[in-house]
T-cell receptor, first 115, second 112 residues
């Protein structure tokens, strides 16, 4: 049973527009969420994170929103650039639950930003 | 560049064989985790080591084992390889015991 779900396998947006990547989770013990970006033949690269005590975290063009009641988070990229084309993974962790920081990943969403 | 390196890049083994994958973490990162990423899936947590002791394990059988060394290097050993073990194996290091992890490029293992 998947605890972290990314229901859109792919997303295509025009350069300069907003990209919105969505992630849902089922485990209410999750209290820390991360987004990773992965290019082919490379490992995942950390992008941005958010703790469950917040509902928004911003870093440059990237903003993550957390809706705890809906068990939903989203990553907004504004403006989108062709270099953002990659697979984006949502990951969750239950720090206070003693998970020792291991991450539960979704299956990823492949973002294509067209010039 | 995460400072995490893995070797080898690619590896081909046959069913029943044993394999050792290696990882070199960032200096000062006392926590190392290993993940398996099958095709079309997200990475799955195998286990984690903190200061050379295993302190967390995912849903993987005992034939998956590991070691962490004082020089921030680590190994993943898999015995009695099965076809389903074919995957990308990722090593990730962390500065503490928190969730923020920095991944290496991975080792692509193919079991024939």
């Amino acid at each position: 049973d998947q605890q972290v779900k990314q229901n859109s396998p792919s997303l295509s947006v025009q350069e300069g527009r907003i990209s919105i990547l969505n992630c849902d989770y089922t485990n209410s013990m999750f209290d820390y969420f991360l987004w990773y970006k992965k290019y082919p033949a490379e490992g995942p690269t950390f992008l941005i994170s958010i703790s469950s005590i917040k509902d928004k975290n911003e870093d440059g063009r990237f903003t993550v929103f957390l809706n705890k009641s809906a068990k939903h988070l989203s990553l907004h990229i504004v403006p989108s650039q062709p270099g953002d084309s990659a697979v984006y993974f949502c990951a969750a962790s239950a720090i206070s639950g003693g998970s020792q920081g291991n991450l539960i990943f979704g299956k990823g969403t492949k973002l294509s930003v067209k010039p | 560049e995460t400072g995490v390196t893995q070797s080898p890049t690619h590896l081909i083994k046959t069913r029943g064989q044993q394999v050792t994958l290696r990882c070199s973490s960032q200096s000062g990162h006392n926590t190392v985790s290993w993940y398996q990423q099958a095709l079309g899936q997200g990475p799955q947590f195998i286990f984690q080591y903190y200061r050379e002791e295993e302190n967390g394990r995912g849903n993987f059988p005992p034939r998956f084992s590991g070691l962490q060394f004082p020089n921030y290097s680590s190994e993943l050993n898999v015995n009695a390889l099965e076809l389903d073990d074919s995957a990308l194996y990722l090593c990730a290091s962390s500065p503490g015991q928190g969730p923020l992890s920095f991944f290496g490029p991975g080792t692509r293992l193919t079991v024939l």
